[in-house]
C-alpha cells in the first residue's frame, strides 16, 4: 500500500535537509588565478651578458687590492641555460629541458641509494649524480689573477669546484679562453700530503712533482681530472676570494658543454660554501625567477646568489625547516616532507612513510636540488597528490594523453585568466612553501595545454625541483643546518 502523502513530503524535506547540512559543511576549494600564457611559436635568439666576449667591467671595480675583511656578503647573478638558445622555439627547449631533468633525476637516485655511497665531497665512481650535460644554471667569476672569465655550472647537487686548464691533454669546447695556471699569479699547487687533499676521496700523487692529482667521475661515465691546486675567485663588482680548492682539469670528457667548469654548492667539506665558511658562513641562499623573465626585456627581475650574512637577512624563523642529513651520502640537501596541501586541504595520501629517510640504506628522503627542474615524488605520494589536484580542478578540461613525464594536462585554450586550486608544501618544524600557480601548472605548447609540473618516482629518492621553487628566495643555513622557502624574494 503505498505511503501516505503526507509521509513522503517530510522525507523528502529531510533529505533535502540533511543534504543542505552536508554542503554547508564542507570547505570551498582554494583558489587562485593563473594567467593562462601558452609557449611563443616563434624562434628566438636570447644571447644571454654572461655569454658576451666583453669583460672588462664584469670583475673591474676593486680587483688590484687584497680581500677586504669588513666585507661580510658575496652575491652573483646567475642565468639559466636557456638563456644562450639560438634559433629555438619555447617548446624545443622544454623538451631538452625535460630530457636532461629524466637523466638527471635517475642518477640522483643512483647516488643517494648506492651502496657504495662516499662521506667525502669528491668521490668516485658517482658523485653528484649529474647526467652529461645537465648544467642548468651558470654564472660568470674570475679565476686567477690577472682573472681569466669563466662561465661555471652552479649546483648543489656537486661539492667540487674544478674547470678546464691550459695545458688541455683533452678538452671539450666551451664559451671563452681556457684558464692557464702557468699565467696566473695566485695559482697555488697543493702538495701530496696537504690536508685539501687528503679531503678528496679519489685522488692521486704525482711523485716526481709531488703534486696532488684529483679526478671527478659522473654517473654516466664522463670524467674530469688534473692537478688540485688553489687560487683565488674574482665575482662580479670585485669581490675576491683567496686559496679555493679547484680542480685544475687537463683531461676532461663529455661534461658541461659550453661552461668552463662547475662551482659545487653541496654539503660536502670541499663545496665552495664550505671552503668560505671562515670568513662568510656556510650559509648562501638563491633566487630563481621564473622561465619567462630572462626572455621578457622589460623585466627587471634577475636570478641571484648571495653567500654571508646578507644571506640569512629578514629570514624569519618560522619559515626554516631542518636539515636532514644522510650518513650515505652527505651532498645532497634533505628536508622532511611533511604534508601537502590542495584547495587548503591535506592530501590524506601523502604520508610521511613514502618520504622519510632510511638512514641504514641512504634510500627515501626528499633533496630540494637546483638543477632539477621537476619536482618528483615516491610513487603514492604522487598519485595522491595527483588525484586530489584533479578531483579540485574538476571544472577545468582535461587534455588526453599527457605530455612527456606529465600525466594531468589541460586544455585552457582561448583563456586569459583560470582560477586554479591552491597548492602548498608543509616542511617539519612548520614551515610552509604555498607555490604560485605558475610553479605547478605550465605551459608545454602554443596551443594552451598546460600541465601538473609533478611527477612520480620509484628511484627511492624525492627531489623538490627549480620549476617549483621559483619565486622564492632559498636559504641554505649549513650553520644552523635549516633551510628556508622566503616567498616573493627575488
Known amino acids: 500500500m503505498a505511503p501516505p502523502p503526507l509521509l513522503s513530503l517530510s522525507a523528502l524535506l529531510l533529505l533535502l535537509l540533511a543534504a543542505s547540512a552536508s554542503n554547508a559543511t564542507a570547505k570551498p576549494v582554494q583558489t587562485q588565478s593563473l594567467l593562462a600564457t601558452p609557449l611563443s611559436p616563434e624562434r628566438y635568439s636570447a644571447p644571454s ?9 664584469l670583475f673591474a671595480d676593486n680587483l688590484a687590492a687584497a680581500e677586504d675583511a669588513a666585507a661580510s656578503t658575496v652575491r652573483f647573478s646567475v642565468v639559466h641555460r636557456d638563456d644562450f638558445a639560438v634559433d629555438a622555439t619555447a617548446a624545443e627547449l622544454l623538451a631538452h629541458r625535460l630530457e636532461r631533468d629524466g637523466k638527471r633525476a635517475s642518477r640522483i637516485s643512483a647516488a643517494a641509494g648506492a651502496a657504495n655511497a662516499t662521506r667525502g665531497g669528491v668521490s668516485a665512481p658517482v658523485v653528484s ?8 644554471y651558470f654564472t660568470k667569476i674570475g679565476v686567477g689573477t690577472p682573472a681569466t672569465p669563466a662561465l661555471m655550472v652552479l649546483d648543489t647537487g656537486s661539492d667540487v669546484v674544478w674547470l678546464q686548464c691550459a695545458p ?6 666551451q664559451s671563452g679562453p681556457v684558464f692557464d695556471p702557468r699565467r696566473s699569479k695566485s695559482y697555488g699547487a697543493l702538495d701530496c700530503a696537504a690536508p685539501l ?15 696532488c692529482i684529483y679526478q671527478v667521475a659522473y654517473g654516466d661515465g664522463s670524467v674530469t681530472a688534473g692537478d688540485f691546486a688553489t687560487e683565488t675567485l674574482t665575482f662580479a663588482g670585485g669581490a675576491r676570494v683567496a686559496r679555493v680548492a679547484v680542480g685544475c682539469g687537463h683531461d676532461n670528457e663529455g661534461l658541461f658543454v659550453a661552461a668552463a667548469g662547475l662551482l659545487g654548492l653541496g654539503r660536502g667539506s670541499l663545496s665552495f660554501p664550505a671552503q668560505i665558511s671562515r670568513r662568510y658562513g656556510r650559509s648562501f641562499s638563491y633566487c630563481l625567477v621564473d622561465r619567462t623573465s630572462s626572455a621578457n626585456p622589460t623585466s627587471s627581475r634577475a636570478s641571484t646568489v648571495t653567500f654571508g650574512s646578507a644571506a640569512l ?9 631542518p636539515m636532514v642529513k644522510n650518513p650515505r651520502m652527505e651532498t645532497f640537501y634533505y628536508v622532511q616532507l611533511a604534508g601537502i596541501s590542495v584547495g587548503g586541504a591535506r592530501v590524506p595520501g601523502v604520508a610521511n612513510s613514502d618520504l622519510r629517510l632510511d638512514p641504514s640504506s641512504g634510500r627515501g628522503g626528499v633533496i630540494v636540488d637546483s638543477g632539477t627542474s621537476v619536482t618528483r615524488l615516491a610513487r603514492p605520494a604522487y598519485s595522491a597528490l595527483r588525484d586530489a589536484f584533479r578531483a579540485a580542478a574538476a571544472g577545468l578540461r582535461l587534455s588526453p ?11 585552457l585554450s582561448g583563456r586569459k585568466v583560470v582560477k586554479v586550486p591552491t597548492v602548498s608544501m608543509h616542511f617539519a618544524g612548520g614551515a610552509e612553501a604555498s607555490l604560485p600557480p605558475e610553479n605547478y601548472l605550465i605551459p608545454v605548447d ?3 595545454t598546460f600541465c601538473f609540473a609533478f611527477a612520480g618516482t620509484d628511484g627511492g629518492v624525492s627531489i623538490i625541483g627549480n620549476i617549483q621553487q621559483q619565486g622564492f628566495r632559498v636559504v641554505f643555513d649549513g650553520d644552523g643546518q635549516r633551510v628556508a622557502f622566503v616567498p616573493k624574494g627575488c
Not at 313 to 321: D, M, N, V, W
Open 49 to 57: 651578458e654572461l655569454a658576451s666576449d666583453d669583460d672588462k667591467d
Open 129 to 136: 649524480g649529474l647526467a652529461q650535460g645537465s648544467g642548468e
Open 168 to 173: 688541455c691533454r683533452r678538452c671539450y669546447d
Open 197 to 211: 687533499c687528503r679531503r678528496l676521496d679519489s685522488s692521486g700523487c704525482d711523485l716526481r712533482r709531488r703534486a
Open 313 to 321: 637577512a629578514s629570514t624569519l624563523a618560522s619559515s626554516f625547516t
Open 401 to 411: 594523453g599527457g605530455f612527456s613525464l606529465f600525466d594531468t594536462c589541460y586544455d
Open 446 to 448: 602554443s596551443k594552451g
